[in-house]
């Protein structure tokens, strides 16, 4: 890293700590500031800053109301996991989570 970029660094780290304080998100910060998002990040790890306000997250709840009832007449039906999953439009990973939550017991699918 140059010595003037380090200058620079350290001349905007009260603004950075500002920004921090008054509750601002990490783009309202760099949006405010004048730089973009990721000189904003690589700061506060430079500085090492823990940022108290952090984004929101933009995942969605999946509607499980009656899924304990078909994935159950799948295992029956020696269904596997991914076609579980496939038939539920969800991944193998949240078939395989709810399944162990509530004890049911997969199928044992025969390979050839």
């Known amino acids: ?8 660094m ?4 009260p603004f ?10 990490i783009p309202q910060a760099a949006e405010w500031m004048g730089w973009s998002e ?13 940022w108290n306000k952090r984004r929101k997250r ?3 709840r999946i509607d499980k109301t009656g899924w304990e009832e078909k994935i159950r007449k799948m295992v029956s ?7 579980i999953a ?3 439009r969800v991944g193998k990973w949240t078939i395989s989570r709810y399944m162990s939550l509530n004890d049911i017991q997969p199928a044992r699918v025969r390979r050839l």
Not at 77 to 83: A, I
Request: glycine fraction near 6%; charge should be positive; charged fraction near 25%.
């Open 1 to 8: 890293m140059s010595y003037s970029k380090v200058v620079r």
């Open 38 to 50: 990721s000189s904003i990040r690589n700061w506060i790890r430079v500085f090492g800053i823990t």
């Open 10 to 13: 350290k001349a905007m780290l």
């Open 16 to 25: 950075v700590r500002k920004a921090n304080r008054e509750g601002m998100t």
């Open 77 to 83: 039906e020696n269904k596997s996991q991914e076609q």
């Open 86 to 88: 496939a038939y539920l």
């Open 58 to 60: 933009t995942g969605y």
